[in-house]
């Protein structure tokens, strides 16, 4: 399901011949807003298009990520503006954006007394999913989400990244063309992490993956673009690499007392500090050289974020 712009057109005799019908993927965002009955502004004025590959929604926790993605997978409306899929306004007829979307949900819970196997195939009647064509699709999932060894197994042992690899191949029972992950990797622990990771890397090569996180190291490798949210808003969407470069000659390393961190960290944003014998060496955006001693260093995506969610550049 590569996504192709427009169609194909093919050279020939007499009249070009038109081949393929116009497909594409998008999922495009329109100065959308969310404010909750309580009057809390979760999502404001959003404007955003999603055509391929990973797609990191990256922000801190309240950011309006869980918001965002809810208002993907139609199960809130906004307050304001529009969301399409494909031209069509997602608001207005749901059906076209649930029949193509899977959604793992920051909240997603199993049944711990089925196996692995037995959850998806309960999963695939809930959607839908023909019994015939069931039982190849779940033996192809099972191995997509690498539980074939445990498919017999039941989910109440499972682990967290194990429940988590459960969760994508259900979201994947109805072959969809945008996959939403909110928060898919929050708990695990690094290995399951960077397990997860590549698996959502591998499923974007045929389908749209948006994945909220709050780790920027979830983001850094993997994601083609970043939209960076912060209270509500987009603050930012960029591929990773251009972030990066907006910090590029305001990131410093210097080396400080152990009793001068805490004063550093208030005065700079410090990304990184390393405890050595001779003090702490700190890694910092600043607009100008913090100390005499301060070396220009390397720019990482976790500086680029950090700049972004804190505003205007120190001293602050
Ligand atoms: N149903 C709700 N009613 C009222 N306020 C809500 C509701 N759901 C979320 N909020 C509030 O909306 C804001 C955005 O929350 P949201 O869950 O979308 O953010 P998030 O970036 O996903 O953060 P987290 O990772 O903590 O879930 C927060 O202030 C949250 O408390």
Redo the contacts with the bound molecule.
């Keep these: 399901m590569t996504p192709v712009a427009g169609w194909v057109r093919e050279p020939g005799p007499g009249f070009p011949l038109f081949l393929n019908p116009p497909f594409h993927m998008e999922l495009q965002i329109d100065d959308v807003s969310k404010t ?3 009057g ?1 502004e ?2 404001r004025d959003v404007s955003l298009t999603v055509s391929e590959g990973l797609i990191g929604l990256l ?10 993605m809810r208002l993907i997978a139609t199960i809130t409306t906004p307050t304001a503006g529009t969301l399409r899929w494909n031209g069509t306004d997602i608001v207005d007829r749901p059906v076209a954006m649930r029949r193509t979307l899977g959604y793992l949900p ?1 909240d997603f819970g199993v049944y711990p007394e089925l196996t692995a196997e037995e959850f998806l195939h309960y999963m695939a009647a809930l959607k839908g999913v023909p019994g015939g064509a069931a039982r190849p699709r779940i033996d192809t999932l099972l191995e997509t989400a690498r539980l074939e060894e445990a498919r017999g197994r039941r989910l109440g042992g499972f682990s967290g990244g194990m429940i988590q690899r459960v969760g994508i191949a259900c979201a994947l029972l109805n072959d969809p063309d945008l996959l939403v992950a ?2 898919p990797t929050v708990g695990l622990d690094p290995e399951e992490r960077a397990r997860f990771r590549a698996l959502l890397t591998d499923l974007a090569e045929e389908r749209v993956v948006l994945l ?1 996180t ?1 780790i920027v190291s979830d983001v850094e490798a993997t994601a083609s673009r970043l939209a960076i ?1 912060h209270d ?1 808003r987009l603050a930012a969407t960029a591929a990773p690499e251009a972030l990066i470069d907006r910090v590029r000659d305001r990131v410093w390393e210097w080396v400080v007392g152990h009793d001068e961190l805490g004063r550093v960290r208030d005065a700079y944003r410090v990304t990184k500090a390393t405890r050595g014998p001779g003090g702490v060496r700190v890694h910092a955006v600043a607009e100008q050289p913090p100390s005499a001693e301060a070396t220009p260093a390397e720019p990482t995506l976790e500086d680029a974020y950090l700049s972004l969610l804190s505003g205007p550049t120190s001293p602050r």
């Design positions: 909750y009955g309580d809390t979760a999502v922000g801190p926790n309240g950011a309006g990520k869980s918001t965002l920051q909110d928060e909220s709050h949210m509500g």
